[in-house]
């Protein structure tokens, strides 16, 4: 069998090119993107955008690639015209890039989740594959975008290493196996801080040189929470309370805690997911068997395990944006996705006020000062009328809310011109999801 890097070759060899990756957003996450292709054979960076001017030219400089390569391009044809004469394309417009012919896959990285609708859904209609390293978007119109690449014949996946992928990685393997998977989950590397922003953050995020509204959605929970809500609504599981439980764990208690109240955890119930502060940057699949011979195998080999009938499948790593070339690679060569969520959503990633906020109040953007996630039941919220969080940013207030309750849609007048807001409207009248369902049994 022929190694990854064999067929990339291959590929290469056969198309006349590698295989050519069109970026948007050209931050932290998608400049390291761009740096690890560079390291390989039969893939490469050939197009980025970023709405900062010059952005994606500094990216490409700052991964290293040749400047003689590196040309900037105002129109779609003028980056084809780069990319023919095998050089990079460095543009300010997403929607031109969506235009280049030159393309074989695109990947989202901004983060926003309104940018996320219009890349993947813009993606998808010029029959491009897309993957999604924007879990914000995903969360909130995952299951309209995978099937809507579906019906087009493309592929839209999450991306290997973030955790989502990362965890779904394990799940198939487990799954494939014939275990039994009582919960999955990841761990979380800052304790939880639900009053974080980006100026309290300000200086850790000016030495760690992020973004400070990133590193405050890393701490006030929302990231955690957006990807609990995506490989939940990948595998249909579900959180079990509002939030998740999120204990301080170690690695060797994970399969002691994560299981069932009857063998000694914290679960009321099977098929949960669940984030625990300790084991990060880990992800971690729970699983049982009741077949003797299995267990006593597992035993001896070593496998953490609770002495309770479970043992966790443990990954002490995730590489994020440096591992996401395995997905494009996938897609591009076999149309095959990390993680698609092409079932009616379980989980969802709902709005909670940060500080006190007031009518006529706007909310800013995920991470910064009025609201973080919260992962919560897809049947709650639709029944309890709740806010996904990825509608909410530029949402106004048209009522008070107080310090962390859950806004709901009657909340805010959300901004009918967002994509988002528009494709959420109609994932939610898609038959089998909770929001169709509620509205049927309303009239």
């Not at 594959?129 to 914000?136: D, L």
């Not at 019906?151 to 014939?178: C, R, S, W």
């Not at 092409?342 to 009518?359: G, M, Q, S």
């Amino acid at each position: 069998m022929k190694t990854l890097r064999e067929r990339l070759r291959e590929f290469e060899a056969q198309q006349g090119h590698p295989i050519r990756v069109g970026l948007v957003g050209a931050g932290q996450m998608g400049t390291g993107l761009i740096g690890q292709m560079e390291l390989m054979d039969g893939m490469k960076a050939v197009a980025v955008t970023d709405v900062l001017p010059r952005r994606a030219y500094d990216a490409f400089h700052e991964a290293e690639v040749d400047p003689v390569l590196i040309g900037e391009a105002a129109s779609a044809a003028e980056a084809d015209a780069l990319i023919a004469a095998g050089k990079r394309a460095a543009l300010q417009s997403t929607q031109e890039l969506l235009k280049i012919a030159n393309l074989d896959v695109i990947v989202e990285s901004t983060g926003i989740p309104e940018v996320g609708a219009e890349v993947c859904l813009g993606a998808i209609q010029a029959g491009k594959h897309i993957v999604n390293m924007n879990v914000e978007a995903d969360a909130t119109i995952g299951y309209y975008l995978g099937q809507q690449a579906k019906q087009a014949g493309v592929v839209y996946t999450l991306a290997a290493g973030d955790e989502p992928g990362a965890i779904k990685e394990i799940y198939d393997f487990a799954d494939a196996l014939g275990f039994k998977i009582v919960a999955v989950g990841k761990g979380k590397n800052n304790p939880l801080n639900r009053a974080s922003n980006p100026d309290s953050v300000a200086e850790k995020a000016r030495t760690r040189k992020m973004s400070p509204k990133m590193l405050a959605s890393f701490e006030d929970g929302t990231k955690t929470m957006v990807e609990m809500t995506s490989i939940a609504n990948a595998i249909g599981f579900v959180p079990q309370v509002r939030g998740a439980h999120g204990p301080d764990v170690t690695v060797k208690d994970l399969p002691k805690v994560f299981v069932p109240k009857a063998a000694g955890g914290i679960l009321e119930s099977e098929n949960i997911v669940e984030y625990a502060v300790g084991p990060a940057p880990g992800v971690f699949v729970i699983i049982t068997t009741d077949r003797e011979k299995i267990i006593r195998d597992l035993n001896y080999l070593g496998l953490s395990g609770g002495g309770n009938g479970y043992w966790s499948l443990y990954r002490p790593y995730h590489l994020a944006n440096l591992e996401t070339p395995i997905s494009i690679a996938h897609a591009a060569m076999e149309g095959l996705s990390t993680l698609v969520p092409l079932r009616p959503p379980t989980a969802e990633t709902i709005t909670a006020a940060k500080r006190d906020l007031k009518a006529g109040e706007r909310i800013d953007a995920l991470g910064g000062f009025t609201v973080y996630g919260m992962i919560e039941k897809a049947s709650v919220a639709a029944e309890q009328n709740l806010l996904p969080l990825g509608l909410a940013v530029g949402a106004t207030l048209v009522k008070d809310v107080p310090m962390g309750e859950a806004l709901s849609y009657d909340d805010v007048q959300l901004d009918e011109n967002q994509l988002i807001v528009k494709l959420r409207r109609e994932q939610d009248q898609m038959p089998g999801t909770y929001q169709a369902e509620h509205a049927k049994a309303s009239v």
